[in-house]
């Protein structure tokens, strides 16, 4: 890659995590923009796009969540600590998000218009922050808790 164009890429994914607003990727950086800056995305943030989510359980309880441009619906997860639930997320924006609680490991992510479900423990009582793990939509607003009881 010239050194011309990856200073283009850098100041492409630098406005995205300023902004939070995908950037089109332009020629020769593969045939999805939006792809392309998720795949960065993650190895910015060390993560792996397949990485964390879990099958669902067939029989456990879905705990639906809903993602627009820039806000999660609702912002309180209430769980039963040890007990297996499947969180559902539901992008209804125009942007990828995802459900990420980092003191658990946990990653969940929906590309606009999709839904997508993970089978999820939370072990112990206690809060547990979610956000959106995606470059400035957490400074946006897209955060909130799972409480397990």
């Known amino acids: 890659m010239s050194s011309r164009r990856l200073g283009l890429v850098l100041v492409a994914v630098g406005v995205v995590g300023l902004i939070g607003v995908p950037v089109v990727a332009g020629p020769g950086l593969g045939s999805s923009g939006l792809d392309w800056m998720a795949s960065m995305h993650e190895r910015m943030m060390g993560g792996s796009r397949a990485g964390r989510a879990q099958a669902p359980v067939p029989g456990a309880p879905d705990i639906e969540v809903v993602t627009r441009d820039f806000s999660f619906s609702p912002t309180e997860l209430t769980v039963p600590a040890g007990t297996t639930v499947n969180v559902v997320l539901v992008n209804d924006g125009d942007l990828l998000h995802d459900l990420t609680i980092p ?44 409480v397990a009881t």
Request: charged letters at 15%; aromatic letters at 6%; glycine letters at 14%.
């Open 103 to 146: 003191a658990l490991g946990f990653r969940l992510e929906a590309s606009p218009g999709t839904r997508t479900s993970s089978s999820l423990t939370v072990a112990s009582q206690g809060t547990y922050q979610f956000i959106c793990s995606v470059p400035g939509h957490r400074e946006a607003g897209m955060e909130g808790v799972v």
